[in-house]
């Protein structure tokens, strides 16, 4: 690529940036990727960079418009230390697959002028896009284009590749196409990025070259969220002596938390609670049924000063995945699960990213095989010196591969050393 004189300069001098984030989500949302957009965003701002985001209103993962925010009307706000721009949305109360496409292509129509004017009036030298949405990324490599800034995609999951795998899109020649649309774009990014080795090598096989792929994994403040006691655990009145297996979270397709319902009729009896904290699609099928069962306790999604107590009130950590996502995603939460400090049962294959990473920090079961998990859970509520020394390895896992300093710092140094 022909080297920027700008460019040469921001790597230079060392001075701040103007960033351009443009994604659907963003903070406020409490979970997911909108939590780690408006957390990166935040991060940035601090260190002295001038930071604007082009987004949606929030709305995930409970799929409704959050108090205060408009889905029809274009909105500007600052959090913390960033100009943000709220573009309409529509957001269907059940999401379906046709529903999601007209989700999706609302934001890329509604946002892309924001975005063009963001380019042209304040100039950005790097515009980071967020994927998903793929859709707006047409938008934001052409915005970037007009703006003279360099294009960064950021990938969180593969949203095309789950799409066709979980069975939302039917294949044949519109698989074809919109795989061949996709590769056709992410090449026409400076750098395009991705969270765990497999998702940045799979960009190599959709003909991302390697001097344009990096790696920009998922992060947990370690300092915030840490062992501690619980005072939801007493609050919540669990016995002393029952061991608590805790899913938190979004109850989404990708997630495969139908696996949860029979993992709760297999513990039915056994010294294990089962506490579901969380939204999302799938939950009114889950309450449904497990209503019946006693051992099954639920909450709403946490507010994320609580978020650590929540982490805590745990024993071990159930994380469901689908077989058909395997490394096409990965879950945002693992980090904050091994950063508290207790174990986790995963669905995850073996060799796939997700086995690798709770390997000596958990138990991987074959995905949707809610009899193995049980078994895992019940091993583990039985084994309290095994429970603590998995404990203890998912902590040092988080720290010394998901901290947010060590990663946000090293995206830092990408951003100003980046070239167009």
């Avoid at 091993?379 to 947010?404: F, N, T, V």
């Amino acid at each position: 690529m022909p080297r920027s004189s700008r460019a040469s300069a921001i790597s230079a001098d060392g001075s701040p940036l103007r960033l351009l984030i443009y994604g659907l989500n963003h903070a406020p949302e409490p979970t997911g990727i909108g939590k780690f957009t408006g957390e990166m965003a935040a991060w940035l701002a601090a260190r002295g960079h001038e930071v604007r985001v082009v987004t949606a209103p929030p709305y995930y993962p409970a799929w409704r418009i959050g108090a205060g925010y408009s889905a029809w009307c274009w909105q500007r706000e600052a959090i913390e230390g960033a100009r943000v721009y709220r573009c309409p949305l529509y957001v269907p109360a059940k999401p379906s697959g046709k529903k999601r496409i007209l989700h999706l292509a609302s934001f890329a129509l509604s946002s892309l002028p924001v975005a063009l004017w963001q380019a042209l009036a304040f100039r950005p030298q790097v515009l980071i896009a967020i994927a998903p949405a793929l859709t707006s990324a047409p938008g934001a490599r052409l915005a970037a284009a007009a703006g003279g800034a360099a294009a960064w995609l950021h990938i969180q999951d593969f949203e095309i590749d789950a799409a066709f795998a979980l069975g939302m899109v039917s294949g044949g020649p519109v698989r074809r196409f919109a795989l061949g649309s996709e590769s056709w774009l992410l090449r026409r990014f400076h750098r395009v990025s991705s969270i765990t080795p497999a998702m940045v090598a799979r960009l190599g096989e959709k003909g991302v070259g390697a001097a344009r792929r990096r790696l920009f994994p998922n992060w947990v403040d370690t300092s915030t969220i840490r062992p501690a006691e619980s005072m939801l655990r007493r609050e919540l009145r669990l016995p002393p002596e029952a061991v608590v297996a805790l899913y938190s979270g979004n109850m989404g397709e990708k997630q495969g938390v139908e696996t949860l319902a029979e993992v709760a009729g297999s513990l039915a009896g056994s010294p294990v609670i089962l506490l579901l904290a969380g939204a999302g699609a799938a939950e009114p099928r889950l309450r449904a049924a497990t209503a019946a069962l006693p051992e099954v306790r639920w909450l709403p999604l946490q507010p994320v000063e609580r978020l650590n107590d929540l982490l805590n009130a745990a024993d071990l950590h159930l994380l469901p995945q689908r077989a058909d996502a395997a490394d096409l995603v990965m879950p945002s939460k693992l980090a904050f699960m091994l950063a508290s400090g207790k174990p986790v049962v995963a669905g995850a294959a073996a060799g796939t990213a997700l086995a690798r990473a709770i390997e000596g920090a958990g138990i991987a079961v074959p995905p949707g095989d809610a009899k193995a998990m049980a078994a895992a859970v019940l091993d583990l509520a039985r084994d309290g010196a095994r429970r603590r020394a998995l404990g203890e390895a998912a902590r040092a896992r988080a720290l010394a591969e998901w901290d947010r300093e060590a990663i946000l710092g090293a995206f830092e140094s990408e951003l100003k050393a980046l070239e167009t």
